[in-house]
């Protein structure tokens, strides 16, 4: 299998692509190009992927494209998750639940 875990995403760039659309000529609109904008990331090796590059690797990467509105929903799921963990993390410190070694 893909050892998915081995990778790291790292965002690439917006990319705007202006497309002809039936849509728009059945409707008459005067402008039959519409606009819609995409997520380029990168699926890089973790043992490689540098957030001070500006694509993170250059070799051995997958490179993806998502619509914005699919990338911004879980960019959303991802941070909502992250915050929910982070917060059990401290009432567990707080209830003494934590893996912090106890003075004595």
Known sequence: ????????LKYARCQMIRSFSDEAVEKGYWD????????????CPTSSCSKNRR??????YGQYVLPLDDYMYYVGVF??????????????CLNGNGNR????
């Open 55 to 60: 694509y993170g690797c250059s070799s051995a």
């Open 79 to 92: 941070n909502e998750a992250k915050e929910k963990h982070y917060c059990q993390w401290c009432k567990d």
């Open 1 to 8: 299998g893909f050892p998915v875990t081995d990778y790291s």
């Open 32 to 43: 039959v190009m519409t606009a819609q904008s995409f997520v380029v990331f990168r699926l």
């Open 101 to 104: 070694k106890k003075k004595k």
